[in-house]
């Protein structure tokens, strides 16, 4: 945990950990536009559901002091696997920090986040990410 976190995971990684880890639980920390408009994990097939909470609040994008504390409030104990997702991966990286100094145990930035990287052409979504990866996802 030199980073200030338990580490990084891919997202095939953080989907066979959803699957196989009773008490593991993904929160997507992206914004509310981003849910509504992009898309979200789909859990249904590991009989879970994604937490939703925003590291970042839209548009101004000021970091959620409350954000621990938003995370509890969804029921998620401090020693639960906790894995933290945005849209490439920076925002999850700081939040899983966060969530770590606030005393959560294990927490996992997920890699390429939901997106992923911008392509040649400046889209997302076709280089690395959740979705690129083939994982469940729909729209709100």
């Given amino acids: 945990m030199s980073e200030g976190y338990a ?3 891919s997202p095939a990684d953080t989907d066979a950990a959803l699957k196989n880890e009773p008490g593991a639980v ?3 920390v992206r914004t ?3 849910w509504q408009f992009v898309g979200v994990p789909d859990l249904a097939p590991v009989s879970k559901e994604a937490l939703f909470v925003e590291w970042q609040a839209y548009p101004e994008m000021k970091i959620n ?3 621990a504390a938003a995370v509890q409030a969804k029921g998620v104990s401090q020693d639960q696997p906790v894995y ?9 990286k700081a939040a899983a920090k966060a969530l770590t100094a606030a005393g959560f145990q294990t927490c996992y930035n997920i890699l390429e986040g ?7 052409d400046g889209h997302r979504g076709n280089v690395g990410g959740w979705k690129h990866a083939g994982l ?5």
């Fill in 7 to 9: 580490g990084d995971r």
């Fill in 26 to 28: 993904l929160v997507d």
């Fill in 32 to 34: 509310v536009p981003e």
């Fill in 65 to 67: 002091e409350g954000f």
């Fill in 84 to 92: 933290l997702l945005c849209r490439s991966g920076v925002r999850s």
């Fill in 114 to 120: 939901f997106e992923g990287n911008a392509d040649s």
């Fill in 136 to 140: 469940p996802w729909r729209q709100q």
